[in-house]
Nanobody
């Protein structure tokens, strides 16, 4: 079955960095667009970064210049490098794998940024 397992979240001071990872199994990883979503407390989940199968990257305006998404198809893993973190980046980060036929989610990893 499909599994997406996020890791790398934690507690960090504002201005710090974290690197999230999402390891995928049960999918043809290289054919999937891989997305990272952020859900702040009490708010809807929103897309923050995306990388397509041809490595095209897109970012939400709120994270441009601070976050960087990458993928390693040999390891079936997508990464989100988060720099210059702000308290408003606090929340749960979810990995999403999208293909023509399905969309799958991980369980999320908590990021807490304190000032």
């Amino acid at each position: 079955q499909v599994q997406l397992v996020e890791s790398g979240g934690g507690l960090v001071q504002a201005g710090g960095s974290l690197r999230l990872s999402c390891a995928a199994s049960g999918i043809i990883f290289r054919l999937n667009t891989m997305d990272w979503y952020h859900q702040a407390p009490g708010k809807q989940r929103e897309l923050v970064a995306s990388i397509s199968s041809d490595f095209t990257r897109n970012y939400a305006d709120s994270v441009k210049g601070r976050f960087s998404i990458s993928r390693d198809n040999a390891k079936n893993t997508v990464y989100l490098q988060m720099n210059s973190l702000k308290p408003e980046d606090t929340g749960v980060y979810y990995c999403n794998a999208v293909s023509r036929s399905r969309s799958d989610w991980g369980q999320g990893t908590q990021v807490t940024v304190f000032s």
